[in-house]
């Protein structure tokens, strides 16, 4: 039986020893903050870089540590406290570094090559360098620097804010069905429960339940939001970009052409799942099919999975993968390393955390459905590619970026998803229910996430042509997308058009989420190139995995197969949906 928590003493084995760590961190910033005006000493320089790659593998440590023991139990006011102070410590850095990048600028671009050729140990700094002097233009002279690092704590509270609204300060909510039975509602679990849900009543019943909240508190989301967008504005403003999408692009060089060209293909071929949707109203009986009874299943998979068997499932679909893949996979899974069940006051979702170093943990809300064992493989992707970074990159280089942060976990899902497919035990319904599983990956991945990425474009559009946002103008936006990609009036659904207030990535991560959507495209066309057997798929694959955040991610992507600049890649994704509806559809009608 697995161990199912986790744990984190290998960062800290106790308060007390976390509390002296954090202590001895303060110390940090007035020692940095005294090399202000000497970097063009090259002995200083020296010293400068060696305590900054310390100072980061330290803040690291704290931060991991603090951040996911306040996911644990964000009701905790302790734990809440100690990740404040480290946010609080990390706020004061900045305002004691924010000579870095001004002072390094001045030195000149050849003199700092010829510093890190002479000196090798410092050579994993020269991407980092390499990206600084390309964004010249928007760093601004020491003085500016230090005090727009002086309000990096207000213009981050926008995520704060959203997190202690939606969970910390959130109570239990309960829901009666038409059988009389009451359930508990929450965001861990409500989709599962509209799936089984036996009635539209029970189904629309248990959305309301989970929406009421945001209903209830739709002003304040608004206004966070609203600041959450000012914010990015203020910087855009501040430093000098275009925009707040070329705020969001331009440090990873992102071509505008690779979102542009993304959004385009999606919003404008998008029959396929207005063609789905259809398909299941149909199939389904329903008068109408509102957006919460995508959840409902065309067919019902009768066997629940525990955690274990979860896993076991896992390693049996990459049996055939290189031994090194599969080792890793082993790994990421031990036991200390995995959160698994759901929890008064947990965080919800799931995600992967690592790097620095430092071992990858996991975090799930495992339920025991099929989708707990998608989710286990996506995570896992996540903390394989962080191992493959920690193995072949130097600390400075082992955080990849957003954009290719999703392409090894749903490459993993791809994987998982065809093995069961192949199984060759699969009844009818088995298909129908793998099929749905295959269209919905593409349904929620690709076209949800770039319309949640198109709605954040058209809000910056507005606010940075002086528009008011609140939650009418937000959610008016939202009723305007879901009409063009699912072909449905969320408006006749009442409260859904506070979609927006339920998603944390608009909040807590502005223009990530269309990241998934580039991500998905990139990882079904290496997955597609290793099933076809490609020579040197697989290995080029490996290559991404092991480059960590050593390239800009686009160049990263192009190097294992796909070229996210042009709209093939986007449109073959198209394809793969029309085909998949297709088959479903000959399926059901059989």
Not at 127 to 138: N, T
Not at 247 to 253: E, M
Not at 545 to 560: E, F, I, M, N
Request: net charge negative; aromatic share 12%; charged share 25%.
């Amino acid at each position: 039986m697995s161990k199912t928590s986790w744990d984190l003493s290998p960062f800290f084995k106790s308060e007390e020893e976390f509390l002296a760590a954090l202590e001895e961190f303060k110390k940090i910033p007035p020692i940095i903050a005294s090399y202000a005006g000497q970097l063009s000493d090259e002995e200083k320089l020296k010293e400068y870089f060696r305590l900054n790659k310390r100072m980061n593998k330290d803040l690291a440590r704290l931060y991991y540590f603090a951040s996911m023991r306040s996911d644990l139990d964000k009701k905790n006011v302790a734990n809440a406290s100690d990740l404040s102070k480290v946010q609080i410590a990390l706020r004061d850095l900045g305002e004691a570094a924010s000579f870095e990048e001004p002072e390094l600028l001045s030195l000149g671009k050849e003199k700092l090559d010829a510093f890190i050729a002479k000196y090798p140990e410092f050579q994993e700094y020269a991407f980092s360098m390499e990206k600084l002097f390309r964004g010249q233009a928007h760093v601004l002279t020491p003085d500016k620097e230090k005090l727009l690092s002086s309000f990096s704590a207000v213009v981050s509270e926008s995520r704060n804010l959203y997190s202690v609204l939606s969970i910390a300060d959130r109570k239990p909510a309960k829901a009666t069905l038409s059988d009389g039975s009451i359930v508990d509602v929450n965001q861990a679990n409500w989709s599962s429960l509209v799936a089984k849900a036996k009635s539209p009543e029970d189904r629309q019943k248990i959305f309301e339940t989970l929406y009421a909240y945001y209903d209830e508190h739709k002003t304040t989301y608004g206004e966070i939001y609203n600041l959450s967008m000012q914010s990015q504005l203020a910087s855009v403003k501040a430093r000098g970009y275009k925009s707040i999408l070329d705020l969001h692009l331009f440090h990873n060089a992102i071509p505008e052409d690779v979102f542009h060209n993304l959004v385009e293909v999606a919003s404008q071929n998008a029959e396929p799942l207005h063609e789905y949707y259809e398909l299941r109203r149909k199939y389904l009986g329903l008068k109408k099919h509102r957006s919460y009874d995508r959840f409902i299943q065309l067919a019902e998979p009768k066997k629940k999975y525990t955690y274990d068997e979860a896993k076991d499932l896992f390693f049996a679909s990459i049996a055939s993968f290189p031994e090194d893949f599969q080792a890793k996979a082993h790994e990421v899974l031990k036991d200390g390393y995995v959160d698994v069940y759901p929890a008064e006051g947990k965080r919800s979702g799931a995600y992967s955390n690592g790097g620095d170093d430092f071992h990858p943990y996991i975090l799930l809300n495992f339920n025991g459905e099929l989708d707990d064992c998608f989710t286990l493989a996506h995570e896992s992707g996540h903390s394989i590619h962080t191992l493959y970074s920690e193995e072949s990159q130097p600390t400075l280089l082992q955080d990849y970026t957003i954009f290719v942060a999703e392409i090894a976990s749903t490459f993993n899902e791809h994987n998982l998803l065809d093995y069961l497919l192949k199984s060759g035990t699969l009844s009818k319904e088995d298909k129908i229910f793998l099929l749905q599983k295959s269209i919905d990956e593409i349904m929620s991945t690709f076209y949800r996430q770039t319309l949640f990425g198109q709605y954040e474009y058209e809000i910056s559009k507005l606010v940075e042509q002086g528009e008011p946002i609140d939650f009418q103008v937000l959610s008016a936006k939202m009723v305007e997308l879901y009409k063009i990609y699912y072909g449905i009036d969320i408006e006749e659904e009442g409260l859904k058009p506070l979609v927006w207030a339920y998603i944390p990535h608009l909040f807590n991560s502005p223009f990530y989420v269309y990241q998934y959507a580039t991500s998905f495209t990139s990882s079904m066309l290496i997955y597609e190139r290793v099933k076809n057997g490609e020579p040197g798929a697989f290995e080029q694959y490996l290559n991404l995995l092991r480059s960590g955040g050593s390239d800009y991610p686009v160049a990263q992507v192009k190097a294992a197969g796909v070229d996210l600049t042009t709209k093939e890649p986007y449109l073959a994704v198209i394809r793969r949906m029309k085909e998949l509806v297709a088959e479903l559809k000959e399926l059901l009608e059989e």
